[in-house]
Each structure stands twice: as structure tokens, then as C-alpha cells.
């Protein structure tokens, strides 16, 4: 009998907080299937995804593979998955198991009367989620009411204001497997960031959505090593930079793009990370990134004029690029002002 959802989880060197992640999806029962994909750790993660499978066998299943980075293990669980839909869980993230279930259970309802021909499938599934940052006295949670109709099947046509500071990001999205094969996405392997490229590159292949609000997921944040945190991203701002032009190079919004609401919503989505990528840059203060930082613009440029023009011309491309040491000065000052309010890395 087919499942009705995979979760994969990607790990490497996890053992030490692994637990945690693999505990909170086992609420869901014998619909879900578990699929542990040890990415050539070089601790004990793979004997620990070993015993979980010999303890919940039908259920959890470990894979060992070579080491290929973040994209690569979900390369690899899209492979192997048999559920219905598809959630990538990180090794150091968990899902509330009261949600959980109540997720689960419109997925079923849904498939149950998609079989009998009463309502289209749902292609993605949205539901919240909380950045669980260490240390924070408030958990800053993202929620999408105002914009995505509540508890019902919508089209993006039915979208309600799409404005910016609203994004999907891998944790609030559960996909139904045949459109991510469909789509034919395959992550680049050894690179970072690639979430944005996972929740992105799909979404004109879904039709048919629901959005549940509960806060289903617990994003942690706080690990020194996490590639969210902000010296570690300007560490390794090339693979930032490569996943920003792969995304510019996925469509070209103007024409490949014909939902208007759609389409605004991806360029809202490619502006933003853009923004994070020019900030990144000039956060780090070498004459070397700034010209990175001119570089990614004239690609941007080149690339599709339509879209720089448009971007460059708003008030986030006016503040990317303000003149001089204090226009930079100034557009770093008010990307933190941003992180103190939405509570991101």
C-alpha cells in the first residue's frame, strides 16, 4: 500500500541531535514513511538511522551515501520516495506532532475524495512555522494569513495581497511528489542555500494548494556551524551567489510566467534573496566582494533586462544601492533593523 507522505531527512554528522528530528515525524504512524539519508557522515549518524529502522521497520528506512551536500540528500530521497507527498525534515529541525496529524489528516480527506473525482489533488501544502533561535525570549513565527485563503483548495489566481515579506521557505511547504518529479528538479550537489532553489523552481508546476494554519514546523536556529548564520554565509558567499543566478536563470518571469499573481510572487521571492545576497556582500567589507556585489547586478542585467529594470528601479533596489561608503553603511543598517523585526538568523 502506498504511503501518503515521505519525510526525508538529509544528515551528516548528526548523532548528536538527530533524535529529536526523526522522534517528532514518528507521530505520524504507518501512513509516513521516514527516509534517513546519511550523507557520508563520519560520526555515528548512519547506526543510529540503522537502529531506527530495526526498531520501526515498514516505517523508517536508513540510506548511506557518498558525500553530496544538502541538495544531494534530497536528490537522493526523491529518488526513493513512495508517499504520495514529500516534506524534507532537517536533522536539526522537528515537527510539532499535534499539527503533524492534523495535516496528515486533510492530505487524507483530500486524496480519499481526488479518487473519487469530488475535488482536484492538492499539489502544496502550506503550513507555518516557528524560528526556534536560541536565546530568544520570543519565538518569531511565519504565518500566511492575508495572503493564501485558509482551509480550503485555492489557484494562484485566488491569492489574496501579495506583498513583500511573505515567503514560502522549504519548512512551510509539503509537496505532492509527482509535481516535484514532474518539474524535474535536481538540486546542485555541494552547495549551500539550495532551499530557495526547492521552493522556487517547482511552484509553476503547482495548480491546486491548501493552506493550514497551524505552525507545523520548528526551524532551530543557533548552532555556530549552521549555514544560516550570517558569518558562516559570508564565508561561503560564492555558493550564495551561484544558487542567486540559477535562480534568475530558472524562468524568465515575463514570459514564461502567465499568472500575474504567480508572477509577482516569484519576482517578490527572487528580490528578496537578490537583497540578501548584495547585503551579504557588502556586510563583509572587502573591496573583493564589492566587486562581487557590481558583478551580480550587471548578470542580473544581462541576463533578463525586464527584471533588473524593474527591480532596480524600487525602493529595494534603491536602498541595494546606495552611492558611496555610507549609502553602504546605510543599506547594512537597515537590513539589521529587518533581522530585529522578523527575528531571521
Not at 28 to 34: N, Q, R
Not at 115 to 130: A, Q, R, Y
Amino acid at each position: 500500500m502506498k504511503k501518503l507522505i515521505s519525510f526525508i531527512v538529509p544528515c551528516y554528522n548528526s548523532e548528536s541531535y538527530m533524535d529529536r528530528s526523526v522522534r517528532s515525524l514518528l507521530a505520524a504512524g504507518d501512513e509516513a514513511e521516514i527516509l534517513i539519508i546519511d550523507d557520508g557522515s563520519s560520526d555515528g549518524t548512519y547506526g543510529k538511522a540503522l537502529e531506527y529502522q530495526e526498531k520501526y521497520p515498514g516505517m523508517v528506512r536508513a540510506i548511506h551515501k557518498e558525500n553530496g551536500g544538502h541538495g544531494s540528500g534530497i536528490n537522493e530521497g526523491l529518488k526513493l520516495a513512495g508517499g504520495e507527498y514529500f516534506k524534507v525534515v532537517d536533522s536539526d529541525d522537528w515537527a510539532d506532532p499535534y499539527a503533524l496529524l492534523e495535516m496528515l489528516d486533510v492530505l487524507r480527506k483530500n486524496k480519499e475524495s481526488a479518487s473519487s473525482g469530488k475535488e482536484p489533488p492538492i499539489d502544496m501544502m502550506i503550513t507555518n512555522f516557528v524560528y526556534d533561535k536560541v536565546g530568544a525570549k520570543k519565538k518569531s513565527v511565519m504565518k500566511y494569513p492575508g495572503l493564501f485563503p485558509k482551509n480550503k483548495i485555492f489557484r494562484w489566481k485566488d491569492l489574496m495581497k501579495i506583498r513583500k515579506g511573505k515567503y514560502l521557505l522549504m519548512h512551510s511547504v509539503t509537496y505532492r511528489t509527482q509535481v516535484l518529479r514532474r518539474c524535474g528538479i535536481v538540486l546542485p550537489e555541494h552547495t549551500f542555500y539550495v532551499d530557495n532553489l526547492y521552493v522556487y523552481q517547482p511552484l509553476p508546476f503547482v495548480r491546486h494548494m491548501y493552506y493550514l494554519d497551524v505552525d507545523l514546523y520548528h526551524y532551530y536556529i543557533g548552532r555556530e556551524d549552521q549555514s544560516v548564520n550570517e558569518e558562516v554565509m559570508i564565508e561561503r558567499i560564492d555558493q550564495q551567489i551561484l544558487v542567486n543566478k540559477l535562480l534568475i536563470e530558472s524562468y524568465d518571469l515575463y514570459k514564461d510566467i502567465y499568472n500575474t499573481n504567480l508572477r509577482r510572487y516569484m519576482f517578490n521571492y527572487l528580490e528578496i534573496l537578490t537583497v540578501v545576497s548584495t547585503v551579504l556582500l557588502l556586510r563583509s567589507g572587502t573591496g573583493e566582494n564589492y566587486q562581487k556585489k557590481k558583478e551580480l547586478w550587471r548578470y542580473l542585467r544581462k541576463y533578463n533586462l525586464r527584471f533588473y529594470v524593474k527591480m532596480r528601479n524600487g525602493i529595494m533596489g534603491i536602498l541595494m544601492n546606495l552611492p558611496g561608503k555610507q549609502g553602504r553603511m546605510m543599506t547594512v543598517l537597515l537590513y539589521r533593523i529587518a533581522q530585529r523585526i522578523v527575528g531571521f538568523n
